[in-house]
C-alpha cells in the first residue's frame, strides 16, 4: 500500500495543550491493535483490549459519539475529588495511603510546565512522523488501541531520562517532600520516566489495569518504612513477627512503586482524563475486563486536575485511560519512584552527562539508573510506535534488542 505522509502543518503546529488539528483519523478502525511490524491482529490481552461499548466510527460529530460526548459532559469525573496544594505535604500522602492515588495542584511552576510541554510535543512529533499505510494519518503504538501512546515504551531504550524536560522534573521542591513523606525515608530511587498520552479521537476506553503486582512480602526494609512512617508494627504472641492485621497495613502502606504523572494542560470531562478506582491499590483481585465494569468506574476520573498538577499514584491501584471527544491531546508525562528497599539492580538509562545537570538530591535519587561517564544508553533518543523498530534500534547501539517487560504505563 502506498504510505501517506501526515500533513505537515499539524506538526508543525503540533501542542500538547490547547485545540489541535491532530487526531480524529478516521480511516483507523475502532479498536484495532497492531503487532510489532505494524500488521493488524485481534486484541489481545495487555495494551489491546477492545472496548466493546465503544463508538463506531472515529468521526468527532459521529452519532455514537455524540451520544457518549453528552454522557460524559453530565456524569463524568469523581465527585468531591480532593486537590491538594504543594505546602499539604502530610494531608497529600494521607489521602494518597487511603485512596492509592493523591491529586496535588501546582507541582510545576509556569517555567516546568512550559519546558515538559515543549518536550512531550516534541517526542510526540517523533512517533506521528512516521508515515502511515493508506489512508491513514498515523501509524499506531504496537499492542495498543489507536490514538494512545506511551512515551516510555515507545523509546527504543523504553525510558525518557535521556531528555533534558524528564531529568528535570526528577527532584522538584514540591514533589521531593511529598515523596519522601509517603516512602518514609529521602533515600528512594528513581526508577524511570515516560508517561502516556491520547490524542483526539481515541474513542475508546483503556481496560482497567496496574503497572505493578504486588508480592505481599513483608521484608526487612519494608518493616522498616513502616515503622518510618508511624505503623503501629503489632506481633503475633510469643514472636517478634508482625501479626496479619499489621502485615496488611504495612503491604498497603508502603508500595514498592510511586509514579507522578504530570497535567500538560487542564482535565475536562471530554478530553480522555485519566480514571483511578479508589482503594484498590489495597484490593488483591483483579481489574475486571472492560464488558464488565460498572458504570462507575468509567467515570471514575479526575476530572478538574489543572495544568501543572500532578498525579501522585501507587502503581498497584486501578488506573486507565478514557475517550478523548475534545479537539486537545491530553499528554501526562510522567517519573517513576521506588522505594528504598527495593536495591540496587536497575536498568542504566540516565547518560551521565544529563545525571551531571541534576541537584545533589537528584544524583543520589539517580544513583542506581545512571550509565558510565561516556556510555550512551541504548536505543535512548529512538522514538518510533512499532516495536520491531525500536527493538531494531536498541540493538544497533549496543543492546540486545529483546522486548522488555516493563512498568505497562511506560
Not at 487511603?98 to 510526540?124: I, P, W
Not at 524536560?165 to 522538584?172: F, G, K, N, R
Not at 502485615?247 to 507522578?260: E, G, L, Q, S
Request: proline residues 9%.
Amino acid at each position: 500500500m502506498a504510505e501517506q505522509a501526515l500533513v505537515p502543518d499539524e506538526l508543525e503546529t503540533l501542542e500538547v495543550h490547547g485545540d489541535t488539528a491532530v487526531g480524529w483519523d478516521e480511516h483507523t478502525p475502532i479498536n484495532e491493535t497492531v503487532d510489532d511490524e505494524g500488521k493488524p491482529f485481534p486484541g489481545r490481552p495487555g495494551f489491546g483490549v477492545p472496548d466493546p461499548r465503544a463508538p463506531a466510527a472515529r468521526v468527532y460529530d459521529h452519532p455514537d459519539v455524540e451520544k457518549l460526548r453528552a454522557h460524559l459532559r453530565a456524569n463524568n469525573g469523581i465527585r468531591g475529588l480532593e486537590i491538594c496544594d504543594p505546602d499539604e505535604v502530610e494531608r497529600a500522602a494521607r489521602i494518597f495511603r487511603r485512596d492509592g492515588f493523591v491529586v496535588v495542584r501546582d507541582l510545576l511552576d509556569a517555567e516546568h510546565l512550559e519546558l515538559f510541554r515543549q518536550g512531550s510535543a516534541r517526542a510526540l512529533r517523533q512517533l506521528l512522523e512516521v508515515p502511515a499505510p493508506g489512508k491513514r494519518k498515523y501509524v499506531t503504538e504496537s499492542g495498543r488501541l489507536p490514538h494512545r501512546y506511551s512515551y516510555g515504551t515507545a523509546s527504543a531504550s523504553r525510558q525518557m531520562l535521556h531528555e533534558e524536560e524528564w531529568a528535570a522534573m526528577v527532584d522538584l521542591p514540591t514533589t521531593s517532600p511529598i515523596l519522601a513523606e509517603i516512602f518514609g525515608s529521602k533515600d528512594y530511587l528513581v526508577l524511570g520516566a515516560g508517561g502516556d498520552l491520547c490524542l483526539p479521537g481515541a474513542v475508546e476506553y483503556q481496560h482497567l489495569h496496574v503497572d505493578v503486582g504486588e508480592s505481599n512480602q513483608v521484608s526487612a526494609g519494608r518493616l522498616q518504612a513502616a515503622k518510618d512512617i508511624g505503623i503501629e508494627i503489632q506481633t503475633v504472641e510469643g514472636s517478634d513477627e508482625p501479626d496479619l492485621a499489621t502485615r496488611r497495613r504495612i503491604v498497603d502502606f508502603c508500595p514498592a512503586v510511586v509514579t507522578i504523572n504530570f497535567a500538560m494542560c487542564d482535565l475536562t470531562w471530554e478530553n480522555g482524563p485519566i480514571r483511578q478506582i479508589i482503594g484498590s491499590h489495597a484490593w488483591q483481585m483483579r481489574p475486571p475486563p472492560p464488558a464488565d465494569e460498572p458504570e462507575w468506574m468509567r467515570l471514575s476520573t479526575l476530572v478538574g486536575a489543572p495544568a501543572g498538577a500532578g498525579v501522585i499514584r501507587d502503581n498497584r491501584a486501578w488506573h486507565g485511560a478514557t475517550p478523548n471527544l475534545s479537539r486537545e491531546i491530553r499528554s501526562l508525562p510522567n517519573v517513576e519512584y521506588g522505594a528504598p528497599w527495593l536495591g540496587s539492580k536497575h536498568k542504566q538509562t540516565m547518560p551521565h552527562d544529563i545525571w551531571e545537570t541534576l541537584t545533589p538530591h537528584g544524583k543520589h535519587l539517580c544513583r542506581h539508573i545512571k550509565a558510565d561517564p561516556g556510555v550512551w544508553p541504548p536505543g535512548a533518543g529512538v522514538m518510533h510506535p512499532l516495536g520491531g523498530e525500536r527493538r531494531a534500534a536498541a540493538k544497533r547501539m549496543g543492546g540486545t534488542g529483546e522486548r522488555r517487560h516493563g512498568s505497562p504505563g511506560g
